[in-house]
């Protein structure tokens, strides 16, 4: 197989969601920004209170984890507290060493216009009284968007009595008081930036010995069980088909024909069983594979759908009792990546680089395209031939049975406790380029 063309480098210039006018709002604020004198506040010795911003999805907050086992290392007596998305709540709440969660729809808006609706004198209320009293806010949001960029000046308004330190995206975090540069763009790894950023702070560490850290509880392990007992004795690949419906994200799923050769081959050359991993959204696409699935020449294959069923922990744990995991780019893709279970994680046009499951033991199967990934150029909205989603089925079945074969002796990490995961080692998955069936 020929290796893939040079990978372009993205530039955060042109990474703007939002077309022309958003364009047009990041120029006047970076005007903006040369007549405002920059504030320089030095970093606290003790913060009494720190708050980690995360506004993201589940993906992005599963990422967002190894940063906190050091910043408890770090500031061993403050209270570590987190804002996230509410439907990342999941990921950090029940950590140990995270104190609080906060969640508010305020901060899941996605549009300037769902901010402008969202904005409430009761939560403006609620939100500015929890950053009163914060000492040092750690942003780990990257301002691609106007409404990430109001949300992340809104949060920086509410503690502007803090010490505001944090990743700094093409120029435009001004409202930070130590800034923290991309480092090579989407080249960096998010857990490299998380590693960039605990240097700032004083507590350098190599990204590769960054681990991440989900609250499995025994709860969670019981009610997988339960939810796999129709396959009880039997092995079997736990397989997600999609990613959230909303604007581009919904792009992201590849078609039901390369999903049913796959679950017929991992039954037909390994026995495997499948499970159905998914939310609500992924009811109509699990329906529809699992009805293909249950027909054939060689008989129906067992399948246990659990769309909407389990909990992001119930996940991690259902996959943990799994032989294998193999899921697009989404955030149950980077749960995943939190069991010791191999897995395979289908990339098309979004960067397979920067956020690539933080796993030693999965792979990332990427198309040979000279013009992938298109995301940062939203390539993907012009684009009519969609060559980066006809991946071949033997090739993705190929490296499955690599990976099953060395299942047993690539074990991501031990399990101890409340926390699901603790990857050693180089945990970065391994980049693999997909052969095509035509183009």
């Not at 022309?20 to 120029?27: G, I």
């Not at 079997?236 to 909303?246: D, I, N, P, R």
């Not at 031939?385 to 047993?408: I, S």
Request: glycine share 12%; aromatic share 6%.
């Amino acid at each position: 197989m020929k290796p893939p063309p040079p990978r372009p480098q993205a530039n955060f210039e042109i990474c703007v969601e939002g077309g022309p006018l958003a364009w047009a709002f990041f120029r006047v604020a970076a005007a903006g920004r040369a007549l405002v004198p920059r504030r320089r506040r030095e970093l606290p010795s003790a913060p009494r209170r720190i708050a980690v911003v995360r506004l993201g999805g589940v993906g992005d907050a599963v990422l967002a984890t190894p940063i906190l086992g050091p910043l408890r290392e770090r500031y061993p007596g403050a209270s570590l507290e987190v804002v996230c998305w509410r439907a990342a709540e999941g990921v950090f709440r029940g950590n140990p060493v995270v104190h609080r969660v906060l969640s508010s729809p305020l901060l899941d808006a996605r549009t300037p216009r769902d901010l402008a609706r969202s904005l409430r004198f009761r939560e403006w209320v609620r939100l500015r009284g929890f950053f009163r009293g914060v000492d040092l806010v750690i942003f780990l949001v990257r301002t691609c968007s106007v409404a990430g960029f109001l949300k992340a000046a809104l949060v920086a308004h509410w503690a502007r009595k803090a010490v505001r330190v944090g990743i700094d995206t093409g120029g435009r975090a001004h409202y930070l008081d130590l800034r923290v540069e991309e480092g090579g763009g989407a080249a960096q790894h998010e857990v490299g930036g998380v590693a960039s950023v605990l240097k700032a702070l004083g507590a350098p560490i190599r990204s590769d010995a960054l681990s991440l850290s989900v609250p499995v509880s025994s709860g969670d392990r019981e009610r997988a069980g339960e939810l796999l007992g129709p396959l009880t004795g039997r092995p079997f690949a736990a397989l997600h088909l999609g990613s959230s419906q909303e604007g581009w994200r919904g792009l992201k799923r590849f078609g039901l024909e390369l999903w049913e050769a796959v679950a017929r081959g991992l039954h037909d050359r390994y026995g495997l069983s499948m499970v159905l991993l998914g939310s609500h959204e992924d009811r109509q696409a699990n329906f529809a594979l699992a009805r293909a699935l249950a027909s054939g020449r060689a008989g129906p294959i067992p399948v246990v759908d659990l769309s909407g069923r389990t909990a992001l922990m119930e996940v991690v744990a259902v996959v943990e009792r799994a032989r294998l995991f193999v899921g697009t780019d989404s955030g149950v893709a980077h749960l995943a990546a939190c069991a010791p279970t191999p897995g395979i994680a289908l990339f098309a046009f979004t960067d397979f680089v920067r956020m690539a499951p933080w796993s030693q033991n999965a792979k990332v199967m990427v198309p040979p395209l000279a013009c992938a990934p298109c995301q940062y150029t939203l390539g993907y909205e012009r684009c009519e031939n969609r060559c980066c989603f006809d991946l071949d089925p033997e090739e993705v079945l190929r490296t499955a049975g690599e990976l099953l074969a060395g299942g047993e002796e690539k074990a991501w990490g031990a399990r101890s406790g409340a926390t699901g995961c603790s990857a050693g080692g180089s945990p970065r998955a391994a980049v693999t380029p997909a052969g095509r069936r035509s183009c």
